[in-house]
């Protein structure tokens, strides 16, 4: 069948991308989906700074690429085996579909699937197929989704069931920001009630995990960014204090805040300077996680004796830590509860047309989260 897609022919596109378009939207072809796979029509797809990172190259992929992986949709068909879903399904994309039989998904980590891994790196569906062509060659994946389409053919691993009263444009965030983001926190960061916690980096992922750690019960609440705006708006939502890591002696404030650090920090900007400022303001014994994903060639420096004698905890966190068909069930209910009101974090709803100028808004800094909307 014929859909439309956003296709990145080539990355490092000179900004503003509202005038450069590094993103095209063309017809492409779409095969029937294989054995284990479904047709799914899309319904609500968020740009990140995952896809934004491959559009300026911070993280190189094999072009071309049909882009996007936060997304909620409608199953439209099924393919061989498939036994799970059923057209009429209303479901959350998962960027890391889980084999189910790899170390990692016998350990109960399907965020590290091994075949995920492989199939994400070289552009494929799970099952090492590609299911998109556009000018009769065949196109990349992305990791597994390639969200920023009318229709996309996915693995079944990569999608998971949800109630159809739950908002669709809501739940694309689900499968990244709110994963991701509170992920971190809950479960890479095991926060307990009462612990001191610092969001650094107040994002669309970053203030998913704010709402995590106000959600899980923190005392305090440390709300850490270089922009004003971003946190006025953590205070908004929960954060008992809002920092900005670029004023003179902002580690020391925050350890006088929290009696000597905080319990755990979690950097989700994506930057080793915000990095470096999570671990300094971890207390002795405290945790730091990151779950951002930095320039691969940059590198972390800390004092490496400052694990032994402050038994210090530097993890990191991709996905959240998340079992998927556990997890995005149970943040659904928390946000249909009004838990996690990820609705706050929703500025924009575009059109595919319009991806251009929303990822141009999404660089400048311009927007927190923003959904393509598809009729």
Do not use: W
Not at 50 to 67: C, K, Q, T, Y
């Amino acid at each position: 069948m014929k859909t439309r897609i956003a296709l990145l022919r080539a990355m490092g596109a000179a900004r503003p991308y509202d005038q450069s378009r590094p993103l095209e939207i063309v017809e492409a072809e779409l095969a029937e989906p294989g054995p284990g796979e479904l047709r799914v029509k899309m319904a609500a797809a968020g740009l990140c700074h995952s896809d934004l990172s491959v559009i300026n190259g911070d993280r190189p992929r094999d072009m071309p690429v049909a882009l996007g992986h936060e997304a909620s949709g409608v199953v439209d068909a099924v393919g061989p085996g498939v036994t799970r879903f059923a057209p009429g399904d209303h479901i959350v994309l998962v960027f890391v579909p889980s084999c189910g039989h790899c170390v990692p998904c016998a350990e109960g980590r399907p965020a590290l699937c091994e075949p995920a891994a492989v199939a994400a790196g070289h552009g494929t569906l799970l099952s090492g197929a590609r299911r998109i062509t556009a000018e009769g060659a065949p196109l990349n994946h992305h990791i597994g989704v390639s969200a920023f389409s009318d229709y996309a053919v996915v693995s079944e691993n990569s999608c998971v069931k949800i109630d159809k009263d739950i908002p669709l444009d809501l739940a694309a965030l689900l499968g990244c920001a709110v994963l991701t983001g509170v992920g971190a926190v809950l479960n890479s960061g095991d926060l307990r009630p009462g612990q001191s916690c610092a969001v650094i980096g107040l994002g669309g992922v970053g203030l998913a995990g704010l709402l995590g750690a106000v959600a899980g019960g923190a005392g305090a609440v440390v709300a850490v960014d270089l922009a004003e705006d971003k946190r006025a708006l953590a205070l908004d939502l929960g954060a008992t204090h809002a920092i900005d890591p670029s004023a003179l002696g902002a580690v020391e404030e925050v350890r006088n805040l929290t009696g000597g650090g905080v319990d755990l920090a979690v950097e989700l900007a994506g930057a080793v300077p915000a990095l470096q400022f999570a671990y300094a303001i971890t207390r002795r014994g405290g945790t730091t996680v990151t779950a951002g994903l930095p320039n691969p060639a940059h590198e972390l420096k800390i004092p490496a004796v400052s694990l032994t004698a402050g038994e210090q905890v530097l993890k990191g966190s991709y996905v959240g830590s998340c079992v998927p068909v556990r997890d995005i069930p149970r943040y659904a209910r928390m946000m249909v509860q009004g838990q996690l009101p990820v609705e706050r974090l929703l500025t924009h709803r575009i059109k595919l047309d319009e991806i251009n100028e929303g990822f141009e808004r999404l660089a400048s800094g311009a927007a927190i989260r923003q959904v393509v909307i598809f009729d």
